[in-house]
């Protein structure tokens, strides 16, 4: 079986960043197939515009690093032969009047769809098509049978997404997909909510299985710096974070505020005369669980939340994590890890940073191990294996 994944994003940074989690699925896929006696191939697919991939760095295959990535971006398709999954990229020349970036898009799902046969000998069996827009409609017009992946958080905002001609498209898209999943249950529930009647189904992220390894972590007492990490879109609600940060005076106290992600230059310049801020940057997954096993808590504001990947690395590495969005707070409510803060209120912020200073009872982990390993047992749903057969078994039973 041929199996072709539609990459709605694709990882700037290669082993990080955003879309990181669509790569994951796919080799996800890979690992689950591995034993079973059908002959099985993972290809993953993008066309992404130049603008977001305008400093690709080194991108890593299964070999390792390729050094010369950045001489092949933007003009030319990259392909990753090496396994477990084969890479096929290309970007367009985003910006300027609209039919004319659509016709550049076009043309790059073509030039990679003709490669894809021509190294294949033939078309895939099927396809996944990971966020509806616009791989969900590449999908739909391919005349294959698919399935779609959602991982966009805007399903989760009160208003409909979407302009209505993209709604247009992506319900017609939705509609005509032999299956359709999304990550989180509450992500799956906006979706129904919002393209009635359509059936959707959960397939969780993948979590690395590295953060399964046992490793020490720094007492939470001993350590001098709380951690966040996201891009600072508007959802994750950074301004309560830096607002709670300034308030808490925790800065001249010689604590400091670690912020990792992919955040861009506009965001990094906002925030920059916050005092006691540290800039980390993009991490690869290593780097975020060395960061999370030596910060004494995990500062999570978002409005919204479709998974959450990163609180479920927190709790492996025994990360204390303070959130409130609802439906998170709520798969997470009675860890002894999780503090349930208002989102909407900057001061329940500001006090709890306070009060972590000068409590230290208030966050020892002694006596605590049995509830901690009882709660990382569910968390195994969330492996590259158990995630990858629960996607396989379904496109087996579409491709008959």
């Known amino acids: 079986m041929k199996i072709l994944v539609l990459a709605g994003w694709y990882p700037q940074y290669g082993r990080s960043g955003n879309g990181i989690f669509i790569v994951r ?67 367009y020349q985003d910006g300027g009047w609209g039919a004319l970036a659509l016709w550049r898009q076009i043309k790059a799902w073509r030039t990679l769809w003709m490669a894809y046969k021509a ?18 409609l590449i999908a739909a017009i391919s005349g294959l049978p698919f399935v779609v992946v959602e991982h966009w958080s805007g399903w989760l905002q009160d208003k409909a997404p979407y302009a209505w001609w993209q709604r247009i ?19 799956a529930e906006a979706i129904r909510l919002k393209v009635p009647g359509l059936q959707v189904e959960v397939l969780s992220n993948v979590v690395e299985e590295h953060f399964w390894t046992s490793q020490e ?10 951690l966040h990490i996201s891009d600072l879109a508007e959802v994750k609600n950074p301004k309560l974070l830096m607002e709670a940060w ?23 310049e906002e925030f920059r005369e916050v005092q006691g801020i540290e800039w980390l940057g993009v991490l690869d997954s290593f780097g975020v669980a060395k960061e999370l096993r030596e910060a004494r808590a995990l500062l999570l504001p978002s409005l919204r939340e479709t998974f959450s990947i990163v609180t479920v690395e927190a709790l492996l ?54 509830v901690l390993d009882s709660w990382n047992s569910p968390l195994e749903q969330f492996q590259a294996h158990a995630v990858g057969s629960q996607l396989l078994k379904t496109l087996e039973g579409i491709v008959v």
């Open 25 to 91: 699925h796919a080799e996800a896929l890979v690992s689950a197939s591995k034993g079973i006696t059908k002959e099985i191939t993972v290809d993953l697919m993008a066309v992404q515009p130049l603008s977001w991939m305008h400093a690709p760095g080194q991108v890593q295959g299964h070999s390792g690093f390729l050094p010369d990535a950045q001489k092949l971006l933007p003009d030319v398709q990259r392909f990753l032969s090496v396994e477990p999954v084969r890479h096929h990229l290309r970007t």
């Open 119 to 136: 190294h294949h000998g033939a078309p895939p069996d099927i396809l996944v098509a990971q966020v509806s827009w616009k791989s969900a």
């Open 169 to 187: 498209l992506v319900t017609h898209s939705l509609r005509k997909a032999s299956k359709v999943l999304a990550v989180s249950p509450w992500l």
């Open 217 to 226: 972590r720094v007492p939470v007492e001993d350590s001098k710096h709380f």
């Open 246 to 268: 300034v308030q808490s005076g925790l800065a001249t106290q010689g604590y400091r505020l670690r912020i990792a992600g992919e955040y861009s230059a506009d965001r990094h």
């Open 317 to 370: 590495c025994q990360c204390p994590v303070w959130l409130g969005y609802p439906p998170l707070l709520e798969q997470y409510r009675g860890h002894p890890l999780v503090k349930g803060l208002d989102v909407t209120d900057p001061l329940a912020w500001t006090h709890a940073l306070q009060e972590n200073i000068r409590n230290h009872r208030s966050i020892s982990l002694q006596g605590s191990s049995e």
